[in-house]
């Protein structure tokens, strides 16, 4: 083999060589494209999934001692969110009993069938239960299961589901905020200062 055939060999060997690597990396370069072309429709899937979720009403339910007298248990609706609530639908499993009020689930709205509308922040409240007669009581359930569905702007939100355990307080401290002590003893020394004043004359 003469040395002209020897090069044109070498440069034939070398150019498929060439074209090899140069469709290896434009295929290297395809999928990278690929990928990153995926990864942003997932990045904008994400960020409009963030948006919606932002825009949805939250709404939650609660039994809660009330703010002001903690031996009385209250029944809360509220919505966080930033938008309104619709078709607001709750469901307690066992469904929700009293003590102190028997009737008190055929009485209130939110139990009965859905609310239909609850702005933003928005807190509904009922008295429910006296936290001492509970507690007595061996048949009334203290562990409920709270199901919460609403509709939100783009449409129905993700359904809410939890536990709620009384038990929890049980022992907790049941005494009156300061401030609302303070103004019961304001109001009995204006009370016992009203009376004198009227015995004086």
Not at 162 to 171: F, G, M
């Amino acid at each position: 083999m003469g040395t002209l055939e020897i090069v044109t060999l070498v440069v034939a060997a070398a150019s498929a060589v060439a074209a090899i690597l140069a469709a290896a990396f434009a295929g290297s370069q395809a999928v990278a494209a690929t990928r990153q072309a995926r990864y942003a429709q997932e990045q904008l899937l994400l960020a409009e999934r963030v948006q919606k979720d932002q825009a949805q009403p939250y709404v939650f339910v609660d039994l809660a001692p009330d703010e002001h007298a903690p031996q009385k248990l209250m029944l809360v609706v509220q919505n966080t969110g930033m938008t309104v609530a619709h078709n607001v639908r709750v469901t307690f499993d066992p469904p929700l009993q009293s003590v102190t009020k028997p009737e008190f689930a055929e009485n209130i709205p939110v139990l009965k069938g859905p609310v239909s509308t609850l702005p933003p922040g928005r807190r509904l409240r009922w008295f429910w239960e006296i936290g001492f007669q509970l507690f007595r009581d061996q048949e009334t359930p203290r562990c409920y299961t709270v199901t919460v569905n609403a509709d939100g702007p783009f449409g129905p939100v993700d359904e809410l589901t939890y536990k709620i355990d009384l038990n929890n307080l049980r022992y907790s401290d049941a005494s009156a905020p300061v401030s609302r002590k303070l103004v019961d003893e304001v109001e009995k020394s204006r009370k016992a200062l009203e009376k004198i004043s009227q015995e004086i004359r």
